[in-house]
Every structure is written in C-alpha cells, then in structure tokens.
C-alpha cells in the first residue's frame, strides 16, 4: 500500500476537500465492508479504502504523502497485518452504517442558541377580560456591538487549534480485537471549536453578548386567565457567540377582584337584599365590568337563587363573545326588630294564620315566608 494512489484508491481528487473524501469513504464503506460482503477479494478491497481514508482524512497524513513520504513511516502495508490496517478509523465505519451519534463531525460552532426566559405578568380582572398593552423591563443578553458576537477583539480573529489542526477533536489509537482501533474525542485545548481566542473582547470576555436591561411592549389578548403563558418567539436571551435569541414567556397572574369571582369564562358576585324586597320584588343596581346596570329583582326570589345577565361576563380567548355574569341572592332575615316592625310582622302573620307559639308549627306546615310569597302573588 505503500505505493497506492490514495487518491484513486477513493476515486476522489487530489484536491478534493475533506467532506469530499469522507463522503467517498462512507460510500465505499458500506459496499465493501466484510459484514456486507465476505468475500475474500473485497475484504482486501476494504482494507485499501481504510488506509487511504486514514492517511487523506489526517491532515498531517495526507501533508506527508502529497510530499511523497510514507505517512506509516516506512511500515507500508505490513502496518495493516493483524486488524483492518493500523490506526482504523473504527468511529468512521460506525457512522457509515449507523450514522453519526453526535451529528457532523469536526469543529463545533461557537454560536448556540439562547435560553428561554419567563417573566410574570400580574394584571387586574379587566386587563385579562378585555386585554391590554404592557411595557415590561427585561434584564436579559443581547448580541455584543463591539465585536458583533464574534468574541474576538477588533482587529484580531480566533487562531487555529495547533493540538487538533482546527479539527475541533483528537484522535487516539487503541488495540482491540479488531486490530488497531482509532478513537476521537474533543479536544481539550480549544472545547472542540477548532479555534482558540486568544485576544477576547473587552466588552463581553469573548462570550459574545453582554447583558443589559431592555424595555419591550407586549399585547396581551383578551380572555387569559391565572396559569396563562404567552409565547413571545425570539424575544428571549441571544446565545453564546451571537447565537439565535430563545424565547420569552409570559406567565399570567391574576389579582383577586374585591366583586367578582371568575369560574372560565363566566363571574359570579353575591348580593344582599332585605327580606321584604325579596318578597316585594325590588330593582337593584349592580356592578359590571361593562359599568352599573340595573337588573329586577321579582317577588318571592328566594336565597340562594340565580339571576344571570348574559354576555357580561369575561371575553372568549381567542374566539367571539363572552361569557356570563350569575349573580347570586342572598336573602336577609333581621335579627332584631323594633317594637313597632315587631308588631307588623305578628299583625301579618295573624292575618294569615300563620300565628303560633314558638316551635309548634306543625310537621310539613308552609312557613311563614312562603305563605308571605303567596299572599304577594294573588293566590
């Protein structure tokens, strides 16, 4: 093999680009490889393809052998006895079958995407019912201005790797049963970037993005409630190396309302009224979120009744209409009468025989007040 072109070995070339002959390599890979192929001819075959891979993939390799030196230091194709040659690129065979467990290989890129960032929004029952405009203050990273996310100093730029050759990884023979096996890892020199900054930015330490407190107008929408988060896409912090910003979520807080309690779409609120506007009938003025509204209260309304005023409630999320008001009655009863209201209650109740001593009412005997309703209601 010492004499092989390389180059024809992988039918690639000789100016062809690293991806290039990684390309023709894996191509020929899965064609040739013994577990695909058994044959003893294509096995040697196999074997070729490993070693020019080896020597064209190594820069330092495919350097020496350009120059016309034996990159095996004189072994040739003895250095292949014992195994599939020396230094086989076991990872390299792996991801020609299985693919790359950790995606492209070589130098990572600096830039990473930023972080998602959650902020609470506490608002008012009328903010979240009808929706409303908010300037919030952000503390967050933004892309650094004097060297534009680059992390390198004006005028300077990264310097390549001199342990990995810019590869962003390093590479290790070990022995194994199937021979001389070469393993990679990232390099500990340069974080597997290929690159080392070695003239930073002042302004951001070489990160690339300097935090700072920023001032944004959202839109909340009409109809969101406690728990609701808001997807703002973008607006988030900008990553490492001036990478894509992430997101930023709103998370919705609602204050308790001193009137109304919110169940979905729909407000419940309790009124009070007096015991005679209940059996009289009565019209109330009532509080809404559209402003005071005037609603009948009839004769007879018990405690415990519903009166419900449609589409007066919180606006649909993302949808049309609203829900409803329910206002629930409470009916008063006095505890302490005067002598003459006192007096007008025993003169009713005589009036319908509904006069007795304290605890006799009979067993199913109509109380007082639904007697009371009746009498109001003509029958």
């Known amino acids: 093999m010492a004499n092989s072109d390389y180059y024809a070995t992988l039918g690639v ?13 894996r191509r020929l890979a899965r064609e040739l490889h ?39 230091g004189g072994a040739g194709a003895g250095a292949g006895a014992g195994g599939f040659g020396a230094g086989f690129p076991f990872s390299d065979i792996m991801d020609a079958f299985f693919g790359s467990a950790g995606g ?3 130098p990572r890129s600096r830039a990473r995407r930023g972080r998602n960032a959650t902020i609470r929004v506490e608002l ?44 962003g990884e390093i590479s290790q023979v070990t022995r194994s049963f199937l021979g001389q096996v070469m393993t990679s890892r990232p390099c500990p020199q340069c974080g597997g970037f290929g690159s080392i900054i070695r003239h930073p930015c002042q302004e951001c330490s070489g990160d690339g993005r300097v935090r700072t407190r920023r001032t944004i107008k959202v839109r909340i929408p009409a109809g969101v409630e406690d ?48 015991m005679t506007a209940a059996a009289l009938g009565t019209v109330l003025t009532v509080e809404t979120l559209d402003g005071a509204e005037d609603i009948d209260v009839r004769p007879g309304t018990q405690s415990g009744q519903v009166i419900t005023m449609y589409g007066r409630g919180v606006q649909r999320l993302n949808e049309s209409g609203r829900g409803d008001l329910l206002i629930h009655v409470n009916v008063e009863t006095p505890s302490r009468l005067d002598p003459a209201q006192e007096e007008l209650l025993r ?17 199913g005997q109509q109380g007082f007040f639904s007697r009371l309703r009746d009498a109001f209601n003509g029958r």
Not at 347 to 363: C, I, M, S
Request: net charge negative; aromatic share 6%.
């Open 34 to 72: 013994p577990d695909v192929n058994p044959d003893p001819e294509t096995q040697e075959r196999f074997k070729e393809i490993t070693q020019a891979y080896e020597v064209l993939s190594d820069t330092n390799k495919r350097q020496m052998y350009d120059l016309g030196a034996d990159p095996f």
């Open 124 to 167: 008012d029952l009328r903010e979240t019912a009808f929706g409303t405009t908010r300037e919030l203050v952000v503390d967050t990273a933004v892309l650094c201005e004097v060297c534009q996310g680059a992390g390198a100093a004006p005028g300077t730029h990264p310097d390549t790797c001199d342990m990995c050759n810019g590869r």
């Open 227 to 274: 728990g609701t988060h808001i997807q703002l896409a973008g607006e988030g912090e900008v990553g490492p190396g001036g990478g894509p910003p992430g997101d930023l979520f709103l998370e919705i807080v609602e204050r308790p309302h001193e009137i109304f309690e919110r169940r979905g779409d729909d407000l419940h609120c309790t009124v009070q009224i007096p």
């Open 13 to 25: 070339r000789r100016d062809a680009s690293q991806d290039e002959i990684k390309k023709a390599y």
């Open 104 to 106: 492209s290989r070589g």
């Open 347 to 363: 003169e009713l109740a005589k009036l319908r025989g509904e006069e007795r001593p304290p605890g006799k009412f009979a067993p």
